[in-house]
């Protein structure tokens, strides 16, 4: 029986490693920096992560099932420009915009789910089509230009305070919490781990399977377009250009949060963990007066290194 | 041990293993002469696998020294174990899906031009099909090996061990997917290897064969020697004990039960290249099986009757109510469960934990309105499983990737049983399990037979079929060309139904 008790310590090692590397990241820079643990920059970090933090939710739902949503930097510009669009002072009341950029995610996002689901394509191929196809639809929307002169309530959102704490924090926070409640307490939750770890043993255990994964890349395309309602309200303007690359970011805050590509294993709090390791990271290196240009580096160098901690850790396992 | 290692073609002394502290080999000493079968017996986790990973250097051992030859040998990776005469066919297949037979016989040793790294394709093409030719076995050697179903990948692993020409073969359960044609042609292959002095380590659950093949038998339990004796001076039940400890009575025996009303009735149900007008029965309480040789049919009949695969005719009736399968979700929904012939394939999420797979195909009944899971309720419920089926784990939180494979099955079966079938297909469900986990899957069908389950069973171990089930029913080439009742059962002439003779 202690070859088991040797499992489970695995498991506990393989599991917080991760914190355990940001509690390491957090007090190296404030050595580095006393300017680090000030509250305000605290606050400014956790600002700084909130839209890909909130993709990176989304994306933790789609990684799980051993796919890959790179479309939604494009869909959060979709998001962005058709929620704009309609916030100009004295036009629709907040929550119009808000829900319109949701729906236009979510539609994008069922359309990804069917390809990929119904007709079995590859999700790199499907999203890759999809992140073109978006960001050329906010183009046509926009003819190409920014969209400006947004009301006071919809700059709210981005740049807003309650008690404190930035309203798209307490945006972020809200999406997370939701996230960790559907992945881990529901039964669609325990479904989108069943899916990446084996698909079809769960559909020969009669589970509709498409529709899990439908839902997932749903989820992942309606927390774009809420991302884009945050960062355009943010910058106060709508622009079809925005959001270029920031799939990239969302896929690497889920992988070093311990969320394996191939599906099956993972969770969100390891994906907020990752998001803030890159924040924390990007951050430090400003205080520690880094040009970004090293930082791009230093960030692909940590992704790896992470994946690489974590390959190592799961093979203990079996 | 009077002979000394000069007398061995592989010498195995006082080897130890250790995995995280735990010990999987204890010492363990084997001793294998040139030209012998010697058959390598123990229970799922005894350590033989360990033993031989460890021969064939993807291990490295702990403790003691390996001779061959009389010669202190180091085998730190694979390759050194071919390059000192040692292959193996292994239990899991290795091999590349998307590439051909041939390629995958050949793959680390293709045959160049010359010295250059040029594949030479027509000399490829004659050696393969020398090989081919000379172990009796007809595969297409052009055929991707993704195509091929699991008995045909099984003969490749076979060919491709045996290309290596080397001194010391392997052999880990290596007709656990094939029928008993195939099995004689393996043994015909073995023979031949023996007579040029080639030595065969071969390991099975399967008692039959050993005592037919096996020269020598040694037997490991919980990672400790037990004995080797010649295979002649065993019997099934002097074998079991020293593999179990204990007496094991009777394979198994079949207690009388009530049968009643037609569960499942299938008419003429037939889908192109696979099978046609399959029509047969089973009643509440009644087991029939389904014998026949690989490629016969059998779980492409089930896989088309579960809704895995479109038919093209036919009709099923559910308790005497017609009923339309277009997918496995129609197949729960009327009561059915399968348990699939690959069960990492097909059964198991290999990912998860034991928690998690056996609630899969129910968990709905965990849930609240808001599709919450209910985890105190959840909880019991797996506990439960784990003491019915005697699940041997740590917890229902340990991954079932770390379970023995006769575990593993306990959780496919429990993740069915959840779903309260009233018809249950199992497809070759003892495959690759020891025996004292057969034992229990066969009460296990008893049990659900008596509580009047129509239970449909495929299997390729006669004694299986034999001591389970009310009716036998054949299939060659995708036709019934049998249906026995248990009164009339006899081995030879299912076996002939099975090679194509029709008996009426």
Not at chain 1, 250 to 272: C, D, E, K, N
Not at chain 2, 174 to 180: E, G, K, M, R
Not at chain 2, 210 to 215: L, Q, V
Not at chain 2, 305 to 330: A, C, Q, W, Y
Request: hydrophobic residues 45%.
């Amino acid at each position: 029986m202690n070859f088991y008790a040797n499992i489970k310590k695995q498991q506990i090692l393989y599991r917080y490693g991760i914190y355990f590397a940001f509690i390491v990241l957090v007090a190296a820079i404030s050595i580095g920096s006393p300017s680090f643990f000030k509250l305000s920059n605290i606050i400014n970090i956790l600002r700084q992560i909130s839209v890909n933090g909130i993709l990176a939710v989304g994306m933790t739902f789609v990684i799980i099932t051993a796919g890959i949503d790179l479309s939604v930097g494009s869909i959060l510009a979709l998001g962005a420009v058709v929620a704009t669009s309609m916030a100009h002072p004295g036009e629709y009341p907040v929550i119009v915009p808000v829900l319109s950029a949701l729906l236009v995610g979510l539609c994008l996002g069922v359309i990804n789910g069917y390809f990929i689901a119904k007709k079995r394509l590859a999700p790199f191929i499907v999203t890759l089509g999809m992140m073109t196809i978006a960001r050329g639809m906010a183009l046509v929307y926009t003819d190409g230009r920014p969209i400006i002169n947004l009301s006071d309530s919809y700059n709210q959102i981005g740049g807003g305070y309650l008690l404190g704490i930035p309203l798209p924090v307490i945006v972020f926070i809200i999406v997370l919490l939701l996230g960790i409640f559907v992945l881990n307490y529901t039964r669609f939750g325990r479904y989108v781990y069943a899916v990446g770890g084996n698909e079809l043993a769960v559909k020969v255990s009669g589970i509709n399977t498409s529709r899990i994964i439908i839902r997932t890349y749903a989820i992942s395309g309606a927390l774009a377009g809420l991302a884009g309602v945050v960062l355009s309200s943010r910058v106060m303007s709508g622009s079809p250009s925005t959001g270029q690359g920031l799939e990239l970011d969302a896929i690497a805050a889920v992988v070093i949060g311990g969320t394996s590509l191939s599906g099956g294993v993972g969770s969100i709090t390891g994906t907020i963990v990752g998001a803030l390791i890159i924040g924390v990271m990007n951050n430090g290196l400003d205080l520690l007066n880094v040009s970004s240009y090293w930082q791009q580096i230093v960030k692909g160098l940590i992704i790896v290194f992470a994946v690489l901690l974590d390959r190592k850790a799961k093979k203990q396992l079996v | 041990m009077s002979l000394t290692q000069q007398d061995y073609i592989l010498g195995i002394e006082k080897v130890s293993k250790s995995f995280s502290g735990v010990k999987a080999l204890d010492e363990v000493s084997l001793y294998i002469k040139p030209g012998e079968v010697h058959a390598l017996m123990g229970e799922n986790g005894a350590g033989k696998s360990t033993l031989m990973k460890i021969v064939t250097g993807i291990y490295q051992k702990d403790e003691g020294e390996i001779f061959i030859d009389g010669e202190r040998a180091i085998i730190k990776d694979p390759k050194a174990a071919l390059d000192l005469g040692i292959s193996m066919i292994h239990q899991e297949l290795n091999q590349i899906v998307d590439m051909t037979v041939a390629e995958n016989i050949f793959l680390g040793k293709e045959p160049c031009h010359g010295r250059s790294h040029v594949i030479n394709r027509r000399k490829q093409k004659e050696l393969v099909r020398s090989l081919l030719h000379h172990t009796g076995i007809s595969i297409n050697p052009n055929a991707r090996i993704g195509d091929l179903s699991i008995a045909e990948r099984q003969m490749v692993e076979i060919v491709k061990a045996v290309s290596y020409n080397s001194r010391i073969i392997i052999m880990d359960e290596p007709t656990s997917a094939i029928t008993d044609k195939e099995v004689a042609k393996l043994f015909g292959i073995i023979r031949n290897l023996t007579s040029k002095g080639v030595a065969i380590i071969y390991i099975s659950h399967k008692m039959d064969e050993i005592f037919e093949i096996a020269d020598t038998v040694t037997v490991l339990r919980d990672g400790c020697y037990v004995d080797s004796k010649p295979a002649n001076e065993l019997n099934n039940n002097s074998l079991i004990r020293l593999m179990v400890g204990r007496n094991i009575n009777d394979l198994f025996l079949k207690e009388a039960v009530n049968v009643g009303k037609p569960a499942l009735e299938v008419n003429s149900l037939t889908k192109k290249g696979f099978f046609q007008n399959i029509s047969f029965k089973v009643c509440q309480g009644e087991v029939v099986g389904f014998a026949g040789l690989m490629g016969a049919g059998r779980t492409e009949v089930m896989e088309t009757l579960f809704g895995i695969m479109r038919h093209d005719n036919g009709m099923v009736k559910i308790n005497n109510k017609e009923v339309v399968i277009n997918s496995p979700t129609d197949a729960v929904k009327h009561g059915m469960a399968l348990i699939s012939e690959d069960r990492k394939l097909k059964g198991l999420n290999l990912k998860g934990s034991v928690k998690a797979n056996i609630t899969l195909s129910n968990l709905a009944d965990c849930c609240n309105i808001w599709e919450v899971i209910d985890r105190k309720k959840e909880n019991q419920i797996v506990d439960e499983q784990i003491k019915l089926l005697n699940i041997k784990a740590s917890g229902r939180n340990q991954l079932v990737s770390t379970l023995s494979g006769g575990n593993q099955q306990k959780v496919v079966l429990s993740k069915w049983f959840l779903t309260n079938p009233e018809i249950l297909i199992l497809d070759e469900p003892t495959r690759g399990i020891d025996i004292g986990a057969k034992q229990e899957v066969y009460k296990i069908i008893a049990r659900l037979a008596q509580q009047g389950k129509a239970i449909i069973l495929i299997s390729s171990e006669m004694p299986e079929l034999l001591g389970l089930c009310d009716r036998i029913i054949v299939l060659h080439k995708g036709n019934i060309t049998g249906n026995f009742s248990r009164a009339n059962f006899n081995s030879e002439v299912i076996m002939s139904a099975a090679m194509g003779q029709h008996q009426d």
